[in-house]
């Protein structure tokens, strides 16, 4: 039992750290909310450059082998500095879907291509009638004579304008019609009956609609054999929450940071704020729920490679209780701001938003804890 | 990085579930279980810690000169959880973690070799004078006070809060033995001998229904000058070293599982109607599951920074404050799940031997004392908005 970082995790914080504060700052991150791509391709090159993309990927298709610790390291850092690229998207989310359902030929296709940076992915799986129950899919996938036909639509997939490819989840038919699988299917972004509709996303980044209107792809546009894809997709985005958390964690910390100073400097009464005991007390809650975020960030990534139902208790309840602690923290370090905290003009806002968007994606709190429940009453 | 244990530890843990098997009798267990106050009577705790110091694991945290076992922070993990788990006594805490510490680290030898052995034996049972009346959560403005005759102090005043002080044979108190500039200053740390002719004891019943508490009277009780300890005036400094212990012992986690674990079973029986089918129940027994996985991984990383000699700092007062809550969301649960059964009172202590048959299941007899009592969570060892000050003081720095 060790919980402390080794000398290489150490040294990637510090690299990660270094970066933000050299690359990211408040005008960099109005830039990027008003860009129609909403972050830096320079950015991502660098992001290349320094081994992120590689970061997690298998060692015989170009990667570093990194695990869910050092995914989360690095995403505290992105939270600290509201990071906008798609990282979560194309690496997170995308090259772990091809690493654990593609087969070699896939693998070897797209993977050094995504550690190098020349290839973007996004998974497009939600849908408005499933709400985040994520066994729910009526894309559907017929198997035609040149390979499948895919018909239907997704919602919220994160970055999909950025992708090159996106990775599609349908429920395959066949003649019999609905067999009961989802397969993932790899889809070029220019496929004809592909069209995707962006809009800016809460907390930063971009986000967009698809439609599918009879997408014809190739035979080997399916990743790997057909099998229900299922359990791969849970295990892929359980491990996103672990990673989201961890960018929580350190979105939270930077509100915390920030607000404390505040509190120091603005002074109402003849004193600071922080001479009021209600107000220190607040902080004493904030600080306190910022810890206890980042110890269940930590406990949902140390438990990623756990069995099924360990890792998904661990990831629902780690999503559920830094969802909580988000909302109160991010909703406190407006209120002790003040009205200026409800503009546009401190970056307060624009924080507490991206903890917004987190609490909301992949269902709420109050999901999460149902899921845990559930899962508890199956364990 | 890494949750698990490695093969050493693997081997201590086995190493105490065979001592627990063998020495944790059946009726320990269930009096233990059917205790609704914080802390276990002496006759079942002091068996335990008979047993424990047959081990050689009498005082856990003490260094070895003194019969500590030297256990590494992880030992200490496995050893506490594994107690959690199988439902041990409480032993007296008073001595082993409070009064202990103090005497290693500020007593004169001669009371090293008095009163160490005689913790670690169980042959004294101590209790703890700090709050009173008129000195509760501002407890530097206590009021009881030792006059210096001759080789003697006289002590006149009275102490409350005093947990077990009527099975107790000792006592440490902070007493004022003069008026310096801060009311901090003037206190001094003295040990008492429990028979001394003035010392009178007032039960106070908690809302539980449970004697734990007192209220000790001092009428020109004679002590004499060699029970202080450390130097005179200094005893503030000791006290809060004492209370940084009782906050920071750290390793919660695993007593609140089991507590949770029984409000679940008993949410799962037909005693209760299976309240669990409950969404809102469900829910909630999943709420406080993950605030104690949090709790836990946060005393690990405490442990993990501890065995690489990193101090911890005020993150004791965080333990402290979340795990008074966490105990306190627990016993509620508690209270919802038995539903109508939290209408019965069962007067009658121990629970563990009644001579008749209570109203409701067995189980369910410590639920509603345990919640009524445990209000008090919150407030000993320094209230919720004490740590909170602390939190914002020494974490945050305001």
Redesign the interface.
């Known amino acids: ?6 000398d290489e ?1 150490k040294l990637l914080r510090e690299s990660a750290e270094r970066f933000v504060a050299q690359s990211y700052d408040a005008d960099h991150r109005r830039k990027m909310a008003n860009d129609p791509l909403g972050f830096s391709p320079a950015v991502w090159k660098q992001f290349a450059e320094l081994g992120w993309l590689a970061l997690p990927l298998p060692e015989e298709f170009g990667g570093l082998g990194g695990g869910a ?1 050092e995914i989360g390291i690095l995403m505290e850092t992105f939270g600290r500095g509201l990071v906008s690229e798609p990282y979560v998207a194309t690496v997170v989310l995308g090259a772990a879907l091809i690493a654990r359902c593609g087969t070699a030929e896939q693998k070897q296709a797209s993977l050094p291509k995504v550690a190098d940076g020349s290839l973007k992915l996004a998974f497009a799986h939600s849908e408005r009638a499933a709400r985040f129950d994520l066994a729910k899919v009526t894309t559907s996938a017929n198997k035609t004579a040149q390979g499948w036909r895919l018909a239907g639509s997704k919602t919220a997939v994160l970055d999909g304008h950025a992708a090159d490819q996106i990775i599609v989840s349908a429920h395959i038919h066949d003649h019999r019609g609905p067999s009961g699988r989802i397969g993932l299917f790899l889809v070029q972004a220019t496929t004809p009956g592909l069209v995707i509709s962006d809009y800016p996303r809460l907390g930063g980044g971009r986000a967009c609609n698809i439609e599918l209107f009879d997408v014809h792809l190739p035979e080997d546009a399916l990743l790997g054999d057909g099998q229900d894809a299922l359990p791969a997709i849970e295990c892929t985005i359980d491990r996103a929450m672990a990673a989201l958390g961890a960018e929580a964690v350190g979105i939270m910390q930077t509100l915390l940071e920030t607000t ?1 100073e505040y ?2 400097i603005r002074k109402q009464f003849g004193r600071p704020l ?1 001479a009021n ?1 209600v107000i ?2 607040r ?3 904030m ?2 729920q910022v ?3 980042r ?2 960030a ?2 949902a990534a ?2 990623a490679d756990s069995p099924p139902v360990e890792r998904a208790r ?1 990831a629902s ?1 780690a999503k ?2 830094i969802g909580k602690c988000a909302r109160f923290v991010g909703e406190q370090s407006i209120q002790l701001h003040g009205g200026m905290g409800v503009t546009e003009e401190l970056e307060v806002g624009a924080y507490f938003k991206r903890l917004v968007a987190f609490d909301t994606l992949f269902g709420g709190s ?1 999901h999460h ?2 899921r ?2 559930e899962l ?2 199956r364990a | 990085m890494d949750l698990s244990f490695n093969a050493e530890e693997r081997a201590f843990q086995d190493e105490v579930r065979g001592f627990i098997a063998k020495n944790l009798t059946e009726e320990m267990k269930r009096a233990t279980a059917l205790t609704p106050s914080v802390f276990s009577d002496p006759d079942i705790g002091m068996a335990w810690q008979r047993a424990l110091h047959r081990q050689g694991w009498g005082a856990p945290g003490w260094p070895v000169e003194h019969g500590g076992p030297d256990w590494t922070p992880a030992q200490r993990w496995i050893f506490e959880t594994e107690c959690a788990r199988a439902g041990v006594p409480s032993v007296n805490v008073m001595g082993v973690k409070m009064v202990g510490p103090v005497i290693i680290g500020f007593g004169s030898p001669e009371q090293k070799n008095f009163y160490l052995p005689r913790i670690l034996s169980g042959e004294d049972y101590w209790c703890q004078g700090y709050s009173e009346p008129g000195s509760g959560s501002d407890l530097s403005s206590l009021k009881t006070r030792a006059v210096r005759d001759g080789d003697d102090y006289i002590i006149n005043g009275t102490k409350i809060w005093t947990t077990h002080a009527h099975h107790a044979n000792r006592m440490f108190a902070l007493v004022r033995t003069s008026d310096g500039k801060r009311q901090q200053d003037g206190i001094s740390f003295i040990l008492i001998d429990m028979k001394t002719p003035g010392i009178t004891t007032r039960p106070i019943l908690t809302i539980g229904g449970d004697h734990e508490v007192n209220q000790v009277f001092f009428d020109d009780v004679r002590v004499p000058v060699a029970n202080r300890v450390g130097d005179e005036g200094k005893g503030w400094t000791y006290g809060k070293y004492l209370l940084e212990f009782e906050r920071g012992s750290g390793i919660a986690s695993a007593k609140l599982r089991e507590g949770l674990k029984a409000i679940a079973d008993l949410a799962e029986s037909d005693l209760t109607g299976r309240a669990i089918d409950s969404p809102d129940i469900a829910t909630r027994i999943s709420e406080v599951e993950v605030d104690i996985d949090a709790l836990e991984m946060t005393e690990l990383r405490v442990l993990s920074a501890l065995q690489t000699g990193q101090n911890p700092g005020a993150v004791s007062s965080i333990l402290k404050l979340r795990n008074s809550e966490i105990r306190q969301a627990v016993t509620r649960l508690g209270a919802d799940v038995i539903g109508h059964d939290a209408l019965a009172v069962e007067p009658m202590r121990p629970l563990y031997k009644l001579n008749h048959e209570p109203a409701t299941p067995e189980e369910m007899l410590t639920v509603m004392p345990e919640y009524l009592n445990g209000r008090a969570y919150t407030i000993f060892g320094g209230t919720s908005e004490i740590q909170r000050d602390i939190i914002a003081k020494m974490m945050l720095g305001i």
């Open positions: 039992m060790d919980l402390n970082l080794s995790q610790v404390l509190t120091k922080s005991q220190r007390h902080l004493a809650d600080a306190m810890d206890e975020a110890s269940m930590l406990r140390l438990k661990a309840g559920a209780k109050a804890y149902a845990h429940a508890g009453r």
